[in-house]
């Protein structure tokens, strides 16, 4: 165990927490490591909608770099910010143990949602999934690190904010009062860890396969496939949650049109050595059933 693992992460507060997360799991196996922040373009691009600046893995491109040109030799990543398409030569090594999947929503107080509301998000998925339920709201765009977007919430005008809930968890930042969106349909992969690693680094790859937890790696690997089959390579307000209900897999999956207007749904309920491939096939029923239609009108809509 002589080689120093070196492990890029972005220099946030809550990407730096998960980069020491995996660090302290690696040295407590005996492994030597070394961190190695980087900035992303979706941190020093704070200005523009990311749906908007058509960059795929925008917060994961530059660790990519990074990695491919022997900077790093690892990456961690939240699970939700990767494409579901690795680029060439680098390989998925562990999803580690799943925190929290919900989105919740901060307040500076109370709030009467009957009447016209100004929320916050820089999510697609959570806007429109927001004016669905409350069509006469305005859902305004917000950037930056979870700091940056607490204090932009503080400094503003808006009711609220939408966040996912292990960010603020991870950090300390989580306040007493919030409301819990058990309603809202998480991205794939919310709530979890991925590390990522050269293909041909059979070091790297053995030791940080060492922290792969089977239960999350199986049930995001499932959404991210929902993702990926319904997307195909277009952001678009797509929801995705496989969990593990005794000896079964339960997966809900959803899409949107980009006001929140149309809505389409699927559920599965599969053994969990069955899985195979449930996210392909519910995402194959979505775009049969009004789904390949909606999704031509958001990309439309994109371009």
């Known amino acids: 165990m002589s080689k120093i693992i070196r492990i890029g992460t972005r220099d946030s507060e809550l990407a730096l927490w998960q980069a020491h997360k995996v660090q302290n799991k690696l040295q407590a196996l005996g492994y030597k490591t070394e961190l190695v922040p980087v900035k992303s373009t979706g941190d020093l691009v704070l200005d523009v909608p990311l749906y908007e600046m058509g960059i795929t893995g925008i917060f994961t491109k530059t ?3 990074a990695m491919l040109n022997g900077t790093v030799d690892i990456a961690v990543h939240s699970m939700k910010d990767v494409p579901t398409a690795l680029p060439k030569g680098i390989v998925q090594t562990a999803v580690l143990k799943r925190a929290a999947v919900d989105d919740i ?4 107080g109370e709030v009467n949602f009957s009447k016209p509301c100004t929320i916050a998000t820089g999510s697609l998925r959570r806007k429109a999934q927001w004016l669905h339920r409350y069509p006469h709201h305005t859902v305004v765009d917000l950037r930056g690190n979870v700091n940056t ?4 919430l503080h400094d503003s005008n808006w009711q609220g904010a939408i966040f996912a809930k292990a960010g603020l968890e991870r950090i300390n930042l989580l306040p007493n ?7 809202m349909l998480p991205a794939p992969a919310q709530g979890a860890m991925v590390i990522v690693a050269l293909k041909k680094d059979p070091f790297s790859v053995e030791a940080t396969s060492k922290l792969n937890d089977l239960q999350a790696a199986q049930c995001t ?11 195909g390579g277009c952001t678009a307000p797509i929801g995705a949650l496989a969990e593990y209900v005794a000896e079964r897999i339960l997966f809900k999956g ?4 980009l006001d929140g207007k149309t809505k389409l749904e699927i559920a599965k309920d599969v053994l969990i050595e069955d899985d195979l491939k ?3 096939v519910a995402a194959e029923e979505l775009l049969t059933n009004g789904g390949k239609e909606l999704m031509a009108t958001i990309k439309a809509q994109m371009n």
């Not at 009062?177 to 309603?183: A, G, I, N, Q, V």
């Not at 690997?221 to 997307?231: A, G, P, Y």
């Open 177 to 183: 009062t919030y409301e819990l969106l058990d309603w």
């Open 149 to 152: 977007r607490l204090q932009k």
């Open 254 to 257: 959803c899409l949107f049109s």
């Open 278 to 280: 449930v996210g392909i």
């Open 105 to 108: 929503l901060i307040t500076k």
């Open 63 to 65: 660790l990519d770099v």
């Open 221 to 231: 690997r499932i959404e991210r496939q929902f993702l990926k089959k319904l997307e």
